[in-house]
């Protein structure tokens, strides 16, 4: 049996450790104890995130809504290099406007949405930049003026050192909407074809029937005096595809492309052909849709007023270009106008009215 003195001497040696544990525990630990204290801390963390109690459930609560925005952003990035853009942009589009709706409403869009007529200023004058000078649309349809500008900005170039117009885009024009009842009576059979085709190949309609009324007054049998064909006075070399048919008058035999007899008249294939002519000459011009304009009747860049009109004492009168011809189309048919049958009339120049 252990003796008496042995006990106590035990016991005092116990409680002699407590109090230098105590004395650890709450004064600064020596420099090779540190380690240990840091470790304590560490445990101290996990078992606190461990915890359950409310407070702490609603920060867990939190901490995993941020989780789950952060996930759709790390998988997306994962789409960009594997899949197609469109499947990217369709992942995270939800995931941001609901992160970040404060922001979408104390800030502008940096793309908002546009109207259809991007460049035009609320009062309906054509709007754009350009180094023709004053623009000077009017919202009155004058001699030489309308929504779409001055026939001098217009024909920019013409009289001086040669035409450079103005880059105006197919959504910067100001047009009327497409009414049969007035001067587009005439193209009235055919005004299914340019619903149909101007919706195909991305061409407003009234522009489609204003190249008709402009070059043939919507006549299907029209013939000009180059041989040009039908309602959108095709040349020869754009009725390799037409279907056989009636191109025999003189001047207009041989000019049929690749087509033998081709019907380069036909409603259908008139206008369709026209419609793409324009969408293919638009595209290429860089969306120019005013030099896209201009060609459709012969005018090309650097024309000059000598060279239009030079035809005007041949026997091929006709052969010249209208030097009215822009300010009649886009102030005139554009905006549901008979540019022929005006008061006044359209222009200053007149240079075809030596033909008659």
Not at 68 to 88: F, G
Not at 149 to 154: A, H, M, P, R
Not at 230 to 256: R, S, V, Y
Not at 330 to 350: E, M, S
């Amino acid at each position: 049996m252990m003796p008496f003195r042995t006990l106590s001497a035990l016991v005092l040696a116990c409680l002699l450790a407590v109090n230098v544990q105590a004395s650890l525990s709450f004064d600064e630990p020596p420099a090779n104890l540190a380690h240990l204290t840091s470790h304590r801390r560490l445990a101290q963390r996990r078992s606190a995130a461990n915890s359950v109690s409310p407070a702490k459930v609603r920060r867990q609560t939190k901490d995993s809504s941020r989780c789950k925005i952060r996930e759709p952003s790390s998988s997306s990035s994962t789409a960009v290099s594997t899949s197609t853009s469109s499947t990217w942009s369709a992942t995270p589009a939800p995931d941001q406007s609901q992160a970040q709706p404060e922001q979408n409403d104390s800030s502008p869009s940096p793309l908002p949405a546009q109207p259809v007529n991007a460049n035009v200023v609320p009062d309906g004058l054509i709007n754009v930049q350009s180094n023709c000078g004053d623009i000077g649309a009017t919202k009155e349809i004058t001699a030489t003026s309308g929504p779409n500008g001055n026939i001098d900005w217009l024909n920019c170039g013409l009289t001086g050192d040669g035409w450079n117009p103005p880059y105006i885009s197919i959504d910067n024009l100001v047009t009327a909407d497409l009414n049969t009842n007035g001067p587009f009576a005439a193209c009235s059979d055919f005004i299914g074809l340019f619903n149909q085709y101007g919706q195909q190949f991305n061409i407003p309609p009234i522009m489609l029937t204003a190249f008709a009324m402009q070059e043939s007054s919507c006549r299907p049998d029209t013939v000009g005096g180059a041989g040009e064909q039908g309602l959108m006075q095709l040349t020869w070399d754009k009725c390799g595809g037409a279907p056989g048919g009636n191109c025999k008058e003189p001047l207009t035999w041989d000019k049929c492309g690749g087509a033998p007899g081709g019907n380069c008249k036909e409603p259908d294939f008139n206008i369709r052909t026209g419609a793409k002519y324009i969408a293919d000459t638009l595209a290429a011009n860089n969306g120019d849709v005013l030099l896209t304009i201009g060609q459709y009747n012969g005018w090309t860049r650097g024309l000059t007023y000598d060279r239009a009109t030079a035809a005007a004492n041949t026997n091929c009168c006709r052969c010249q270009n209208n030097c009215d011809y822009l300010h009649q189309f886009v102030n005139g048919w554009l905006q549901n106008i008979d540019a022929y049958t005006f008061n006044p009339p359209l222009g200053k120049f007149f240079n075809l009215n030596v033909c008659h």
